[in-house]
Structure formats: structure tokens, C-alpha cells
């Protein structure tokens, strides 16, 4: 029974070191988050981390962006990082964005998993969009899964301007997340049981 056990136990071990984890940049989306703010802040990021959220400011790619990474509840474990671009008003600007994105995650994942486009009456994508997403009455985002995890794309309204935010989720440290008690996701959609 020993031998079967310590052979059981060797097998996971030996799985959990096989799996690999997402990626942002050069950090692997795993590990404490104390850890990983360091290595955030050596990007040239600052901020602040409570508990198992931290928000660091900076640039990314010549862009003034917001990164919080967040950990689960007990282990304080990394599982996502969430990039907010800066707001803009106009929808054309917006879109221009969004779809350079959406091209450069198609390039390294495929195609999205799942788009989702929910508009109420009276707006489209061609009718007020603008609006819509300010009286939270739009949802428009795209999915990518990746064997390690999922990456999210989607609009949201963030005092008034219109953003792009980038979800990186970690499947394995998704799933240790739930484990934990966790509950609130940004995306929802992101960390859906099947895909993990």
C-alpha cells in the first residue's frame, strides 16, 4: 500500500511540474503575489497590493495602463492579470484599439472560442454604442482558450469613457482559486468550467 501511495503521490507531482501556466510578458501567471508585484515594479509599474489584489500603473507598449493581478484567497496564489487601457470617448478610436488587440491574440491563439455582442433596444454596434456601454445596456468581448488558460478581450465603461481590458487567466490556479472560496470573477466567461 506504502509503495502504491508513494507512487500516487510521485505521478501528481510529477503532472503538476509537467503543466504549464499563462503568461504576461515574461511572468508566468503563477507563484505568491508578493513575488510578482517585484517583478511588475521592475517593468516600471507602481502601485499598491491589498491582500490578495494589487493595482500598479505604468506603461505597456507606450501606453498608460492599469495592471491588477490577483491571487487566491488563502495561498495568495497569482491566477489573473488584468490589463485596463486608458478611456477614450470616441467609439472609432475605441474599435481601432480593440481590434489591433483582438489581431494580435488571433495571431498567437486562433480564433476566439466565444465572442460575445449583447445589445438592448434601441442600440447596436451601428446604433449609439457609446451610450449603450455607458447605461450598461452593451456586453462585447472575445475569448481565447489556450491549453494553459484563457485570455478575455472586452469593452467596458470606466467613468464614462469607454476602455479595452485584457484578462490573462490561468486555468490551474483559476481552478485553485474556486477551490479557495473564491467567487467574484471580472469575466466570468474567462474562467468558465469547460474551458478550464
Not at 89 to 114: C, H, R, V
Not at 115 to 133: G, H, K, L, M, R
Request: hydrophobic fraction near 45%.
Amino acid at each position: 500500500k506504502r509503495i502504491v501511495i508513494l507512487l500516487a503521490c510521485t505521478l501528481c507531482t510529477v503532472l503538476m511540474l509537467g503543466q504549464k501556466h499563462m503568461m504576461f510578458r515574461s511572468l508566468p501567471i503563477d507563484g505568491n503575489l508578493k513575488t510578482a508585484v517585484k517583478e511588475v515594479k521592475k517593468m516600471g509599474f507602481m502601485g499598491m497590493r491589498i491582500k490578495n489584489v494589487a493595482a500598479l500603473m505604468g506603461t505597456l507598449d507606450g501606453e498608460d495602463v492599469m495592471l491588477t493581478l490577483m491571487a487566491t484567497p488563502e495561498t495568495n496564489t497569482l491566477f489573473s492579470v488584468i490589463i485596463l487601457y486608458e478611456g477614450v470617448e470616441e467609439w472609432d478610436e475605441l474599435m481601432a484599439k480593440y481590434q489591433s488587440i483582438n489581431a494580435s491574440f488571433s495571431a498567437q491563439y486562433g480564433e476566439p472560442t466565444k465572442v460575445i455582442s449583447q445589445w438592448e433596444p434601441p442600440y447596436s454596434i451601428d446604433n449609439n454604442p457609446t451610450q449603450a456601454f455607458k447605461e450598461e445596456k452593451a456586453e462585447y468581448s472575445h475569448i481565447y482558450t489556450a491549453s494553459e488558460g484563457n485570455v478575455a478581450v472586452a469593452i467596458i465603461c470606466v467613468g464614462g469613457k469607454m476602455c479595452t481590458m485584457v484578462a490573462y487567466v490561468d486555468a490551474q490556479n483559476a481552478a485553485l482559486y474556486k477551490a479557495e472560496g473564491g467567487t467574484e470573477m471580472i469575466i466570468d466567461e474567462a474562467v468558465e468550467e469547460e474551458s478550464l
